[in-house]
């Protein structure tokens, strides 16, 4: 690989990774021109992904060189490459509408900074062609959202959420590296192109790994409720976290394993079933939101939940189609949402009502992004959607996904109803923040291009077009949906649409039921129980296994205590020997003094001496004690070995 | 050469105590100026060593002959699994007396002692043979009762002896399993490199497995790994902030550090036969240092319980060494740089989080969580630095412990797959308690304990002689102080940051490291080879 290219492909990781480490570096000095170096960052980044599409780079560093492919290699093929084009432009998107969104008092550096290794990570994830750099981009970016869902961290909870999304998602995470042990295992590489390479058991267990690092990525089932938390970050994080990093790349990693499922049978079934079960349950859920932001989230689980089916049925370009066009939709709703909490202070249906009405632009915008979301023919999800069907085989799983687009429609339905009803009373707003009354320009601007966008790929339902996808994604064979299919899903969607439009009363009565508390799917990741059995271990560490320590180190010091006392009836001894000595020499004096007397004076201060040397070490430090046993012991040793 | 690095630090520590003109506040920048300049050596050492190992791995070798009759010398040398350590514990000692620059207590004895403590520690990792690697082993110990005892606070007396006696114990059963290696060795011999060419008990399994008993009783104390880790917390709480930092950063890698030079190379084959042991005494560390550590209500003490789960982590790869051997050496070799990586990666990290917990205690007097919140209002520099080390210890890429942990779980899941998949999940449980530790320490309400007068400020300029020794009390004055918490002082910062520095350098080249380790550690992995 030329220099030059890879260079391409090296300066689309590291420019905005360099400038977002150099934003939080320089702290708040660096607010003011935060936005600006965000901004060119990011449009380095899309400008570089369309060239990087084009002559399609490779670049690695080395890491593991005992085994073929420990890299960090990256490299643009098909997949990849549109996933690049689409991450550029709905991170600059995003940064755009950050600018005019954030108070001018906010950490600007910190959010761009954090923002741009988001964006640096999630180029890593998409282009990674080894392990170890998959797990690098994978698990920073988790860190990164954690640290932007927190933002407002003097806001009580924020913390807390992004705490959440991180350990749900490193929990799951962990199948990564279990996934990479097992590629190391079966084929003695690192390269993701072994996946699919290996013919024994090890496969299974890397097949596993990888669904459950994709599903808790992408929220899906059992996963779902660390998004519901996430919502307390700002809305710029939202637009992205939900469209072109986060919750795509589970997506992705699972389209990027195609050819692994397609082997792995049970792999495969149980990923679709999974997108398809997430996309009912989460789109029910949807549904039972009252709170805008609420309900977005939990139909982006279930949009995922169809991209996660079409990696399950082997609909790569249905998956890639849906996985982009959602994208765009969402972020373009999230930044709609955004900009109207910003407006009017609260997210709730109640403030939001009309919202609108009394912004008849971005209404506009969000009009057209709840008809792309609904699956209205002849907007993007709806061809998109479609071509995944096709490729889904068995009557059960067909109906479960074709309910879920219903539900869909439903749910779009009634956020619809809500941004375009009657305005709300004036009471109803300001009720999480002062809003400030103003919908500024570049908002409705980044949101109308976004959904704009996302609807414009509706062109996908046009057979050339769906092809061309196919071979960008080397992928000819895969089914096309028939007419009578796309007919059906339209007019399902539109008639639940107009339905839920009709009587968006009657919908609101979710609002009590349990989906409502998404399905209680967040208690499942309560961590009470791993915090009761860690309790549980500590108080067994402290009164358990140290007292047992403690009890052999009394035991022993009664020992010494024994030992001592020994000693001191020893000591006794010799000073009594010592004593008798020197009274017969003292006798002996009163008779001869003489030469004798003096060496019996010397025999007995000498052992007098060694009474009290003996005595020394009687000091009632058990350190000492043992010191002295250690010493003597290791003398013994040295003795026995130079006798040998 | 490498002598010289070894004995520069004791060298300046005789020196010290000796010329009592030099002013007992200079005595800590002596410390730094001699702790640096040892840096810069093992910096030459480093840049040296590829042109100095002739093919063996061993360079800058040395030889005395100190007790022939036991064929026990002074021989020392480096090899790509010692030089790294030595590298992280020159480091982590200048960082340590960077650290104690306003220490006021007693500063030359301090001084002393630590420049003492770093001989005997890079000693021990120089050592080749394996009496002068007792030796030293056995001073660390003797070096550290004194820190912790005369330095500490707390219930500082009764963990100190507690740690002497425990690790004491330990130094004991170590000393049997030499004496059974000499006893076994076809030629008698102390000398290491010997040892490892010619490995003793070959054919008397029982034998073998009793001295590897013996020896990894010794050095299992130390690690320290479950169920003889609870010396550790006490140790820490008591210990100062710079006496947990070694403790934790270069004291405990002695034991992982004996596992690889001495248990693994000179008993192969017992080591083969019992790596399952390991492998599961190494995952229930982690696991149940984990979640010991997530139920503590001290910081101080939950970080010495992070360092069983990231000792655990060790003992695991080296295990699965062990097991891979029978298999696939490739495997093996991977875990083995793993375990090594991992040695230097804890070094720097819980290094750094034990000098950061030093600064709660400083300000406050007390680690527990209930007493501190929102610090990263009035401390941000501290904020941004404990989240860095405390993301670099969850072991997340771009940081060092990432490299380690990465190589240790896909080295160890073809070896031994169920208990590595189960260490897996130790890395969510240390990433939930670093993150609530972060979200109790930095954000919420601002609290901060109230506080007892604090030994920096105008007291600082006093003469302190020694008779002082109550942590607890002082007898500085505080109102000079600006605000109730202050953020980390230049020291400070000059101490932790090159820490953190290091880390993320290991963590996005890993290159420079990994050059020097991975040659020691396939030859290590290539004794399993069957």
Redesign the interface.
């Known amino acids: 690989m030329p220099a030059a290219e890879s260079s391409v492909l090296a300066m689309l990781v590291l420019l905005p990774a360099a400038a977002g480490t150099a934003l939080l570096v320089a702290?708040r000095h660096a607010d003011r021109a935060a936005g600006s170096v965000a901004a060119a960052a990011t449009i380095t980044v899309t400008g570089l992904a369309v060239v990087a599409a084009d002559i399609r780079p490779a670049v690695s560093?080395?890491?593991?060189?005992?085994?073929d492919s420990?890299a960090f290699a990256l490299a643009v093929d098909g997949l990849s490459a549109a996933m690049l084009v689409m991450l550029g432009l709905t991170s600059l998107a995003v940064v755009a509408f950050g600018t005019v969104d954030l108070p001018a008092d906010a950490a600007r550096a910190r959010f761009f900074g954090f923002l741009l290794l988001f964006v640096a990570a999630m180029s890593v994830t998409v282009t990674a062609t080894t392990?170890?750099a998959l797990?690098?981009?994978w698990?920073?970016m988790g860190?990164m959202s954690?640290a932007l869902i927190?933002f407002h961290?003097?806001t009580?909870g924020t913390?807390?959420a992004?705490?959440t999304a991180?350990?749900t998602t490193?929990?799951a995470d962990?199948g990564l590296?279990?996934a990479?042990?097992?590629v190391?295992?079966g084929s003695?590489t690192?390269g993701l192109d072994a996946l699919s390479g290996m013919d024994n058991g090890?496969r299974h267990?890397a097949a596993a790994g990888i669904l459950v690092a994709a599903f808790g990525k992408s929220a899906q089932l059992p996963f779902s409720g660390w998004l519901s938390a996430a919502m307390q970050g700002p809305s710029p994080v939202s637009a992205l976290l939900h469209s072109a990093t986060m919750v795509a790349a589970g997506g992705y990693l699972l389209l990027r394993a195609l050819p692994l499922l397609e082997i792995t049978a049970w792999a495969a079934t149980t990923t679709a079933w999974v997108g398809a079960v997430t996309a009912l349950v989460l789109g029910a859920v949807a549904c039972a939101q009252s709170d805008l932001k609420q309900a977005l989230a939990a139909s982006t689980a279930a949009q995922i939940g169809f991209v996660v089916l079409a990696a399950g049925a082997g609909a790569s370009a249905g998956g890639l189609g849906h996985l982009l066009a959602h994208a765009g939709v969402k972020a373009g709703l999230f930044v709609a949402v955004g900009a109207w909490l910003t407006a009017l202070g609260t997210s709730g249906s109640a403030g939001q009502r009309g919202a609108g009405r009394r912004y008849p632009a971005m209404g506009t915008a969000a009009a057209l992004g709840c008809a792309v979301l609904a699956g209205v023919p002849p907007l993007g999800l709806w061809a998109t959607k479609d071509e995944v069907l096709a490729g889904v085989d068995g009557a059960a799983l067909h109906i479960t996904a074709l309910a879920a687009g219903v539900l869909a429609a439903v749910y779009a339905g009634r956020i619809l109803a809500t941004v375009l009803g009657p305005p709300s009373p004036a009471g109803a707003l300001h009720t999480e923040e002062p809003g400030t009354l103003r919908v500024p320009g570049g908002a409705v601007a980044v949101a109308t291009g976004l959904i704009v966008g996302a609807g414009g790929l509706g062109v996908v339902a046009v057979p050339a077009v769906a092809d061309a996808v196919k071979d960008l994604l080397d992928a000819p064979g895969e089914p096309a949906p028939s007419a009578s299919m796309m007919v059906l899903s339209g007019a399902l969607a539109v008639g639940a649409l107009t339905a839920t439009l009709a009587r968006p009363r009657r919908i609101t009565e979710l609002d009590r039921t349990v989906l409502a508390r998404w399905a209680a799917l967040p208690r499942l990741l309560s961590?009470r129980p791993?915090?009761a059995?860690?309790?549980f271990?500590?108080a067994v560490?402290?009164h358990g296994?140290?007292r047992?320590?403690r009890r052999v180190?009394a035991g022993v010091r009664r020992l010494a205590g024994r030992i001592g006392a020994a000693d001191g009836a020893a000591d006794r001894l010799v000073h009594d020997v010592a004593g008798s000595v020197q009274l017969a020499a003292t006798t002996a004096a009163t008779g001869d003094v003489t030469r004798v007397d003096r060496v019996v004076r010397g025999v007995a201060s000498t052992l007098r001496a060694i009474g009290e040397s003996a005595r020394r070490p009687q000091s009632g430090l058990?350190?000492q004690y043992?010191?002295t046993a250690?010493a003597g012991?290791?003398a013994l040793?040295?003795l026995l070995?130079?006798v040998r | 050469m490498l002598t010289v690095v070894v004995f520069l630090p004791a060298a300046v520590a005789v020196l010290l105590l000796a010329i009592p003109r030099i002013p007992d506040r200079l005595c800590p920048h002596v410390w730094v100026a001699a702790a640096a300049l040892d840096v810069v050596l093992v910096g030459w050492l480093w840049w040296r060593y590829a042109d100095e190992e002739a093919g063996g791995g061993i360079a800058f070798e040395a030889r005395l002959d100190w007790i022939p009759t036991v064929e026990a010398g002074y021989h020392v040398g480096v090899d790509g699994v010692s030089l790294p350590l030595i590298a992280m514990s020159a480091v982590l000692f200048l960082a340590c007396a960077v650290w104690s620059v306003r220490e006021r207590q007693r500063p030359r004895t301090y001084a002393a002692l630590f420049l003492f403590l770093q001989t005997v520690c890079l000693g021990a990792f120089a050592a080749l043979d394996l009496i002068l690697f007792f030796v030293f082993f056995d001073l660390s110990i003797v070096a550290m009762y004194f820190v912790i005892a005369g330095w500490g606070h707390g219930d500082r007396r009764r963990s100190a002896l507690k740690f002497f006696l425990y690790t004491f114990l330990g130094s004991l059963a170590l000393l049997v399993g030499f004496i059974g290696l000499f006893l076994g060795a076809d030629e008698r011999t102390f000398d290491m490199v010997a040892l490892a060419a010619d490995p003793p008990l070959r054919d008397s399994p029982l034998a073998a497995g009793l001295v590897l008993l013996a020896i990894g009783l010794g050095l299992a104390i130390k690690t320290p790994v479950f169920p003889f880790h609870t010396w550790l917390p006490d140790a820490h709480t008591d210990a100062p902030a710079p006496g947990s930092a070694i403790l934790a950063g270069v004291l405990l890698k002695l034991g992982t550090y004996g596992f690889a030079r001495i248990a693994m190379p000179m008993l192969p084959e017992a080591w083969e036969r019992w790596a399952m042991v390991v492998v599961i005494v190494g995952v229930v560390s982690a696991i149940w240092g984990a979640l010991v550590a997530l139920a503590q209500t001290d910081a101080k003490r939950m970080i010495a319980y992070t360092s069983v789960n990231h000792m655990g982590y060790v003992l695991l790869a080296l295990g699965a060494v062990g097991l891979a051997g029978q298999a696939d050496t490739d495997a093996g070799a991977v875990a083995a740089v793993g375990a090594i990586v991992q040695m230097v990666s804890h070094g720097l990290l819980t290094g750094a989080l034990f000098l950061l917990s030093g600064v709660l205690w400083t300000r406050g007097r007390t680690h527990e969580f209930s007493q501190w919140g929102g610090l990263a209002r009035p401390a941000p520099v501290f904020a941004a630095c404990l989240a860095v080390a405390a993301f670099g210890a969850l072991g997340l890429p771009g940081l060092s412990g990432f490299i380690a942990e990465f190589q240790i779980f896909a080295g160890a899941i073809q070896a031994a797959p169920v208990p590595a998949i189960i260490a897996v999940s130790g890395i969510v449980i240390t990433a939930g308690l670093f993150l609530l530790a972060l979200q109790r320490l930095l954000t919420g309400d601002t609290a901060i304990p109230a506080r007892v007068p604090v030994r920096a400020g105008a007291g600082a300029r006093r003469f302190d002689d020694g008779d002082g020794d109550d942590g607890g009390e002082d007898r500085g004055r505080s109102e000079n102080r600006t605000g109730p918490m202050p953020d980390l002082s230049r020291w400070e910062v000059g101490a932790v940051v090159p820490l953190l520095a290091l880390s993320v350098l290991i963590g996005v080249a890993p290159r420079a490291l990994l050059n020097v380790v991975e040659p020691a550690a396939t030859t290590l992995a290539s004794v399993f080879g069957g």
Do not use: N, Q
Request: avoid cysteine.
């Open positions: 702290g560093a080395p890491f593991v060189r005992t085994v420990g392990l170890p797990l690098l981009g698990e920073v860190a954690y927190g961290w003097r009580p913390v807390r992004g705490t991180f350990v490193r929990s962990t590296y279990i990479a042990g097992a190391l295992a003695g690192l090890w267990v961590a791993v915090a059995v860690a309790r271990a500590a560490d402290d296994i140290d047992a320590a180190g058990l350190h043992y010191a250690a012991l290791g040793f040295l070995l130079v």
